[in-house]
Antibody, heavy 119, light 111 residues
């Protein structure tokens, strides 16, 4: 049974760095073809893909946010971490992590975590 | 970036109706197209992958297709007989290349 869960702060101040952790079970990020992605959804808006890390450490980022994003994995801990620098109120959203299979099919999702950016 | 345009943005339908939602890509994406269902306050759920493959556990009233002309740009999600639990927002997603992009969503409401 594959499960994922996001954790991190619910409130960050503008200009701060956001660090989100995705802790998963039921699969290994060492398995060929497997990846973990991050997707966000501002309140009342559509889904927006942010980043994806694959089993072979290949990393992909949303170009418009690439300078602010870093995705890493810790295979031994079954965790993927996303950092986003210089947070702004427009980054207020629910952030999801998801199990991805090449080329980006997200079959399993975490419950999501709402991050509010406000002073 | 490949733009994904869904239509309509919302629709009202009755239980038992056949419903279709379309998704158009700004360039050919072959069959690299997935469909998701999202209910309020919940994470999206994968329904269809590879344009026409039903995800395990998804009811067979859901189906996906690409345009018959083989353009690789036009796709359809169909619900053959709408059930009460199908009222939700539906998103298409292209996985042809990165950045992965989603459509703007189609909200299916009760008439």
């Amino acid at each position: 049974q594959i499960t994922l869960k996001e954790s991190g702060p619910t409130l960050v101040k503008p200009t701060q760095t956001l660090t989100l952790t995705c802790t998963f079970s039921g699969f290994s990020l060492s398995t060929s073809g497997v990846g973990v992605g991050w997707i966000r959804q501002p309140p009342g808006k559509a889904l927006e893909w942010l980043a994806l890390i694959y089993w072979d450490d290949d990393k992909r980022y949303r170009p418009s946010l690439k300078s602010r994003l870093t995705i890493t994995k810790d295979t031994s801990k079954n965790q993927v971490v996303l950092t986003m620098t210089n947070m702004d109120p427009v980054d207020t959203a629910t952030y999801y992590c998801a199990h991805g299979v090449v080329p980006g099919k997200f079959g399993y999702w975490g419950q999501g975590t709402l991050v509010t950016v406000s002073s | 970036d490949i733009q994904m345009t869904q239509s309509p943005s919302s629709l009202s339908a009755s239980v038992g109706d056949r419903v279709t939602i379309t998704c158009r890509a700004s360039q050919s994406i072959s069959s690299y197209l997935n469909w998701y269902q999202q209910k309020p306050g919940k994470a999206p759920k994968l329904l269809i992958y590879g344009a026409s493959n039903l995800q395990s556990g998804v009811p067979s009233r859901f189906s996906g297709s690409g345009s018959g002309s083989g353009s690789g740009t036009d796709f359809t999600l169909a619900i053959s007989s709408l059930q009460p639990e199908d009222f939700a927002t539906y998103y298409c997603q292209q996985t042809y290349n990165t950045p992965l992009t989603f459509g703007g969503g189609t909200k299916v409401e009760i008439k």
